[in-house]
Every structure is written in C-alpha cells, then in structure tokens.
C-alpha cells in the first residue's frame, strides 16, 4: 500500500507541475501581444477566426438625402401667371437637369402670397424682387444663393460689365431752368409708384441724405410708371423726376426722348457728384439730363427656403452660376445669375442687401405692405 501511495503521490506531482506551467503561459500572453510574435501562442486560434470572418459593407452617403421629391419654385403672377410660368420654363428645365427631379412652378398673387407660402413650406425656392427678399428672410427664413442679370442687348448674350445692381437717377430737362435739386424746391416733381424701388423709395432716400423732404420741399406726383415720369419731363408737363437709368437709356434708344449720356455710353455706373455736375455742364439745352444718383440697387436674388440640405443648394448654386457660359439659357431667358459677394468683400450674399434695410429703416417702410403690392 505504501508502494501504491508513493506512486499515486509522485504522479500527482507531476500534474501539479504540468499545470503549473500551463497557467504561467497565460499570465504571459498580454506582454507577448505586443511584440512581432503576437500571432503565436493562445492568440492563434482567434486570430484565424476574425480573419475568416467577413467586414460588413460601409454604407455610401446619399448625395440626395433631405432633399424633396419635388422642387417648387415660387414666382410672382404679376398681370398674367400663364406668361410668368412660360417665361420660366428655361429656368424649369435648367433646374430640373441640375437636380434630377421634377420641377413645379408656383404663382402668387403678390410677393406676400409667394413669401407666405415659403414661411408655410409649400415652396423651396422664389424670385421675388429686392425688397420682398428682405421681409422673406424675416418671415420665411429665406437665403439668397445668386442674383440674376438681365441682358440689355437684342439678342441676349453674355456680357460682363452689365453689374448686378442697377442705379437710380433725379433728373431734368436742360433748360427748362433746373439746374440743380436746389432748383426743385416749390416746384413739381415725379415719382413713379409709391411700391417702386428705383422710382420712388431709393430716390426719395437720396434727397433725404442731401437735406430735402421731397413730401414737404417740393410738390410730388406719382406718374404711375418710369417711361411716363420722363416722358412727362420731356414734354414740359413736370420740372424733373426719378427714374432708373435703364430707363433713360431704352427710351433714348427708342426715340422717345434725347437723353444725354455719358461719353463712356454705360449705365449704371457709380459717379460722383462733381462727375455729374460736369457732365450736366456739357449737354445741350432741351436734353434729358441727370442731377444726382443714388447708391446702386441691388438686383432681384434667387432665394431658397434655409433649412434644405447644403447639398441641395450647392447643386443649385452651381446651376446658377454656370448660366454665363450657357448661350441657349441666356437666349431663352435673357438672363443669367452671379454671385458679387466675393468681389465686394462681403461674407455672405445677402449682406449685398443691407443698403435697401437702410432705406427700409431710413423710411419707417412697411416691408409686408410693399410685399402686398407685389
């Protein structure tokens, strides 16, 4: 039994040190991980599991995810929608190939109408006019992504000195005894509408800044349209009115009225004061002259709603923007878009639009009642 004892004691040992030394490998695997021989030892099994195992795909991003099934862009009717929609429909399909969906054109009764119906989501994009933009970042949270330019040419072509602002202008017919806004103190002069930018509320902040109170200074009309304020100038039936400077030159070209421009032959053209004074000094008696001008105008923005994706707008912006080398676009649409803010140093487009806020503040306007007159 002894024998038998000392058998079963000295093979116990044994195992004892077998499993000893099993459990001292263990302890030293974490150290081992970390040199060049990781892969030997415990690890080995493991590691040929992870590596028949097969990585599941990575997702690609949807270059289009947030965007709407459909884009709704968002115009003002003016006296005819029909003429508006057909008018739009190079710039419907310009959209449509840039974004790869369908296209919708809204039609407002008034750019409150279209504005509204932002605020309410109905429409992702407008074209409203300068003023109506301003009230739609207020209420509808819109953001200008380029600002259109019309072509002044018989037939539309590109061309890169036309700028995207335009300038209005107070002026007189030479001879007829103004020869300075001095001059109009008492006496009659046009405007064109209460709701126009260019022939009224620009112009009348331009007198304001100078020293004069056009309601209180002299004896204001509205004359209804900006053909009619000059037309009315040209016939002796007003001493000077306001007007644009587009306006000016179409109807000199059209024979209905001499105005004299500039020898450079351009418009909208920020002058000087003493620039203007001397050309006033070298047109001819019985000419359509200008006195002053106002700080320009900037011209109607492209807008869209400010919470779609930045992926979307990217799209579109680079729409836009791709319009001056597009013949066919600029033909069927006499336009095409920029985006200045770069070239003025500004950091966002729409601070291109703070000058007509100043005129907003300057004359106490009420942007949503100039909005209901479209």
Not at 211 to 231: C, E, L, R, W
Not at 322 to 331: H, L, W
Request: aromatic share 8%; proline share 7%.
């Amino acid at each position: 039994m002894k024998k038998l004892f000392l058998f079963m004691l000295a093979a116990l040992s044994v195992m004892t040190l077998a499993l000893g030394a099993a459990c001292g490998g263990d302890d030293d695997e974490p150290s081992s991980s970390s040199t060049g021989s990781a892969s030997t030892g415990g690890s080995t099994g493991s590691s040929q599991v992870a590596g028949n195992q097969t990585a599941a795909p990575t997702a690609t991003p949807d270059p289009k995810e947030g965007w709407p099934e459909v884009f709704r862009l968002g115009l003002f009717g003016q006296d005819d929608a029909e003429e508006v929609v057909q008018n739009a429909q190079p710039m419907k399909d310009l959209l449509e190939e840039a974004l790869g969906i369908p296209v919708e054109i809204f039609t407002g009764t008034s750019y409150s109408a279209v504005i509204e119906a932002m605020r309410a989501d109905k429409v992702d994009a407008m074209v409203v006019g300068p003023f109506a933009y301003i009230l739609a970042v207020q209420e509808a949270q819109a953001e200008a992504i380029a600002v259109g330019i019309s072509s002044r040419a018989e037939v539309p072509v590109y061309d890169d000195t036309i700028l995207p602002y335009y300038i209005s202008v107070v002026f007189t017919k030479k001879g007829n005894g103004i020869t300075s806004i001095e001059d109009i103190r008492g006496k009659g002069f046009n405007f064109v509408d209460p709701a126009s930018t260019s022939g009224h509320l620009a112009p009348k902040t331009l007198l304001l800044n100078m020293g004069y109170d056009p309601d209180k200074d002299f004896q204001t009309v509205f004359a209804g349209s900006h053909p009619t304020s000059v037309i009315s100038v040209w016939n002796d039936k007003a001493p000077a009115g306001a007007t644009h400077e587009g306006n000016l030159l179409n109807l000199d070209r059209e024979g209905q009225v001499d105005w004299c421009n500039y020898p450079d032959g351009k418009v909208n053209i920020p002058r000087t004061q003493e620039e203007i004074d001397a050309h006033y000094e070298s047109c001819p008696d019985g000419s359509i002259v200008v006195l002053a001008q106002t700080d320009p105008i900037p011209n109607t923005p492209f807008a869209v709603r400010t919470e779609l994706p930045e992926t979307m707008k990217d799209v579109l912006r680079t729409a836009l923007l791709s319009t001056p080398e597009n013949a066919d676009y600029i033909t069927a649409r006499s336009q095409w878009y920029v985006d200045p803010s770069e070239g003025l140093g500004l950091q966002t487009l729409d601070q291109f639009y703070n000058p007509l806020r100043d005129i907003a503040k300057l004359l106490d306007l009420d942007l949503k009642e100039l909005a209901e007159g479209g």
